[in-house]
């Protein structure tokens, strides 16, 4: 590889990674530590002028049985790689000049429940879930959103997955332009015109 040893070290999350803690989760502890480097395979793919890229971090799924961790010790070996890997990103990607360029979204598929079932692990849950944007021309160091002291429900102006397709078509397109291309799947059309983007964002 042509990159920097000083870029590739920042997006380490090795030193992150204790082997103990997580040897009885099998296979997720590969994909896991390899965060950091998928990271910096995107941006790089990002240079080369890929237009869409996917980053896949296993082993949230804490239910607290038998094929996941628990809910505190799972977050305790992988908050820190994602925070870590995700820091390195956007500084990359600032140092670089590509903030209004790229547009990096991490997410998952859903929330996690507020109460804590029987095994001390969460289940799935829809109301909720957590959302980052960076870079792609969005207004940025913004909270935005609240819920309430039991983390049940939004108190705010709820958004759903539509409302990040809209901002993330807001974001890469003309979308005068898209809305003019025939052969443009009706999902799309309907995230640019029966949605509006996240407004805080725009």
């Not at 901002?167 to 029966?194: C, W, Y």
């Amino acid at each position: 590889s042509k990159e920097d040893t000083r870029t590739i070290a920042k997006y380490d999350t090795s030193k992150l990674f204790n082997i103990k803690e997580v040897t009885r989760w099998g296979d997720m502890r590969r994909a896991s530590n390899l965060l950091g480097k998928q990271l910096l395979l995107a941006r790089r793919l990002c240079e080369a002028g890929c237009g869409f890229i996917t980053v896949s971090d296993c082993g949230w799924d804490h239910h607290s049985n038998n094929n996941s961790p628990k809910g505190l010790g799972g977050f305790a070996w992988l908050a820190p790689q994602v925070d870590h890997a995700v820091a390195a990103f956007i500084d990359d990607v600032r140092s670089r000049g590509l903030e209004d360029k790229i547009l990096l979204v991490v997410t998952g598929e859903m929330g996690r429940t507020p109460r804590i079932n029987k095994n001390g692990g969460r289940e799935h849950y829809g109301e909720l879930t957590p959302l980052l944007f960076f870079g792609g021309g969005l207004k940025m160091g913004q909270v935005i959103g609240q819920s309430d002291a039991h983390a049940t429900k939004s108190t705010t102006t709820p958004y759903r997955p539509q409302h990040m397709m809209a901002t993330i078509m807001h974001s890469l397109f003309d979308l005068g332009q898209v809305r003019l291309i025939q052969s443009l799947p009706n999902e799309l059309k309907s995230a640019m015109t029966e949605t509006a983007p996240i407004r805080e964002l725009i």
